[in-house]
């Protein structure tokens, strides 16, 4: 490979391939490579200005390096690359077939760093292999249903799918973060003798790292160039309500006014899908919905100081009265093989090419005409993914490629529709509900939310591993349907205390809010056409009141104690604007020189002060708990203790076990 060096970038070349690494923010290098004439210039995920130490670029025949603050890369004659924290290597590429200057020994093996293979004349199958570390754990990559928070040894596929959440970037034990800068679909496997990222359609090579002394100093490096959160307002970090779903405007005032008179303060109210005549009118059914009325409802509930929040998806169905002008003008996804109709819930369907300025436009100003005017404050981007009769990646052409190629960011500028409406019309990012994100969807206001999951203790002990991976990848703002989502039946005491255990969760994560699909199913729809808004069923009853005396006392306690840390929540929401720390961490992102909160798995920090480890087992009434090293408060019994030990606590059905640092 022959070295060069260009301003702050380091440049190899060999054959047909370039290589440039360069300084790109604290600590970090940005490593590009590509088979074609030139870079595409794409920033994709790294959005924000990078600030860089002064770079040192050695060139040499044999090795070649560049060295950004602590961190450095050694580039070999063959190409093959590896990272160093100070002096200390804790990335590299894996070997060719013959020995290196930079391996221990040489293996018969043909596996390469990186391979590109041609797909057309611009596009590949891109592979790119690290070799393993020993002792390494890996923490982020997003949100996946699994009860794995270390990482190593698991494959994760890079989709986006109802519950799963691909957001690349990885944080490990040995002091770096790495962020894999392709929306590409693809996988990436953390193996016990390789790590291995694999984007399904590229046309570069794009990733990003830096190394620092916490987790919490590589998150603030990596959140500072790929963009953080806005300040939340204190308005957003109460209780909100939810359920499938409010039919009328009167339905939605009767909730209101009970827990007003009840003294309960919502913040947000939710009015869930299929208030539409048709996917893709993005506009209330007037037959149930009538515009002054729906003006009325929104005005009471501003009164009461509620917040109006609306379900909107990306689907369009063919009979939408936007579906002829939307086909007509370019706006939807199309399909590169068959029908351009890619979903069927509910209707024949196509999708909105968000990634089309023009669709991102003509969805905003529905939204302005059709809700914003008549008093609705929030939108819930559900289908986010978005969601798909089949998942083909390599069918589904957006305006700027394939899905195969782009697809990860789908979500991200979903969400940047009513974002930058939002921003230009009223000169502020509101947070909106989503299903789905990606690098960086965090300053856009996203409040990501875990999907549609089973209502099960196994289902809720995984969101608590999802939440706090998301977090780790960059995105503060996160919750769960409290109680999960799909609910057979209300009246079983065994969802009942899966829904207080989960309500104890609500309290302490970063959004509170109560959402499900509750059955059983028989609750005749309001209209017996097979559209509109009063066809779909609705679930059972979602209301704090809808469970029985006993269990309205216990989720009434913790609405009250979620009010009283309204003010330490705020303080927390600002941190995470100003440093990118997660709301919900984990033991080691506050306790990094405590080998045990490495292992600590199933309980976590609520910000820094608080450790709260929730009860994922039915029937149980203690659980095991570890403190790290300091005096701690039991939040509910006020006794003190010492730290640096595990202790069993008590945990009634009315108690999540919860310390407070003193």
């Known amino acids: 490979m022959v070295f060069s060096q260009d301003g702050n970038a380091l440049i190899g070349r060999e054959g047909n391939e370039t290589l440039r690494i360069e300084a790109w923010g604290k600590n970090a290098l940005r490593v590009r490579s590509t088979m074609l004439p030139a870079f595409s210039g794409k920033d994709r995920g790294l959005t924000e200005k990078a600030e860089n130490a002064p770079v040192q670029i050695v060139t040499d025949p044999k090795l070649s390096s560049i060295t950004n603050g602590r961190i450095r890369a050694e580039v070999n004659e063959s190409g093959i690359i590896a990272f160093f924290k100070d002096d200390v290597r804790v990335l590299y590429e894996y070997m060719r077939c013959y020995g290196t200057p930079l391996t221990k020994e040489s293996r018969c093996l043909k596996t390469i760093g990186r391979e590109f293979t041609a797909l057309s004349s611009d596009s590949y199958r891109l592979t790119v292999n690290f070799e393993r570390n020993e002792g390494e754990r890996i923490y982020g990559c997003g949100q996946y249903q699994h009860p794995y928070l270390d990482l190593k040894g698991c494959m ?96 939605v005032l009767g909730v209101a006014r009970k827990y007003k008179e009840m003294g309960i303060q919502l913040d947000v109210i939710v009015i869930d899908f299929f208030h539409w005549p048709y996917q893709g009118s993005w506009r209330f059914d007037e037959t149930y919905w009538p515009e002054d009325k729906v003006k009325a409802m929104c005005d009471e509930l501003h009164e009461m100081g509620i917040k109006v929040m609306v379900s909107i998806w990306p689907s369009v169905d063919k009979r939408s009265e936007n579906y002829g002008e939307m086909l007509g003008r370019g706006l939807l996804v199309r399909s590169d093989r068959g029908t351009i109709e890619t979903y069927d819930y509910q209707g024949e369907c196509a999708t909105i090419d968000v990634f089309n300025p023009e669709a991102r436009d003509f969805l905003w100003n529905k939204c302005r005409e059709n809700y914003r005017r008549l008093g609705i404050d929030l939108f819930w981007f559900d289908n986010a993914e978005p969601d798909s009769a089949v998942y083909q990646s390599d069918n589904m052409r957006y305006y700027e490629g394939r899905s195969s190629k782009v697809g990860l960011e789908f979500p991200k500028y979903y969400l940047r529709t009513v974002a930058e409406g939002f921003k230009k019309d009223e000169g502020e990012i509101r947070p909106s509900l989503i299903r789905s994100a990606w690098i960086g969807s965090q300053k856009y206001g996203a409040v990501l939310w875990s999907g549609d999951v089973p209502s099960t203790f196994e289902a809720f002990r995984d969101q608590l591993v999802g939440g706090l991976n998301v977090g780790i990848a960059g995105i503060p703002w996160w919750n769960t349907d409290i109680g999960g989502f799909m609910t057979d039946d209300v009246n079983d005491p065994d969802f009942k205390e899966l829904l207080l255990r989960w309500f104890g969760f609500g309290t302490f994560s970063p959004i509170m809010r109560l959402h499900g699909d509750r059955g059983p199913y028989d609750i005749p729809p309001l209209d017996t056409r097979d559209f509109g808004g009063g066809y779909l069923h609705t679930g059972q009853d979602n209301e704090i009141w809808s469970y029985g005396e006993e269990e309205m006392a216990v989720m009434k306690k913790y609405i009250e104690l979620r009010q009283s840390l309204r003010p330490y929540i705020a303080d927390v929401m600002r941190e995470a604007h100003e440093n990118g720390s997660p709301v919900i961490r984990t033991m080691f992102y506050e306790f990094p020189e405590d080998e045990k909160c490495w292992e600590c798995e199933d309980q976590y920090m609520f910000g820094p002060d608080y450790l709260v480890a929730p009860v994922f087992t039915l029937g149980a009434r203690e659980r095991e708990v570890y403190l790290p090293a300091g005096r701690w408060e039991n939040i509910f019994t006020k006794e003190a203790l010492e730290g640096g030990r595990s202790l069993t606590v008590a945990a009634p059905l009315d108690v999540i076990p919860a310390f407070k640092k003193l």
Do not use: H
């Not at 973060?177 to 953390?190: E, I, K, Q």
């Open 156 to 251: 994760l596929e890079l989709y986006q799918k109802n519950s799963q959440v691909a957001v690349p970037f990885a944080l490990s034990s040995l002091g770096y973060g790495f962020l894999w800068n392709l929306p590409s679909t693809g996988r990436v496997s953390f193996g016990k003798n390789l790590t291995e990222w694999i984007a399904d359609e590229t046309d570069e090579m794009d990733y990003w790292i830096t190394v620092d002394d916490t987790p919490a100093k590589i998150v603030e490096n990596y959140t500072a160039v790929v963009g953080r959160a806005p300040v939340l307002d204190p308005s957003y970090l109460g209780f909100w309500q939810c359920k499938l779903r409010y039919r009328t405007p009167e339905e």
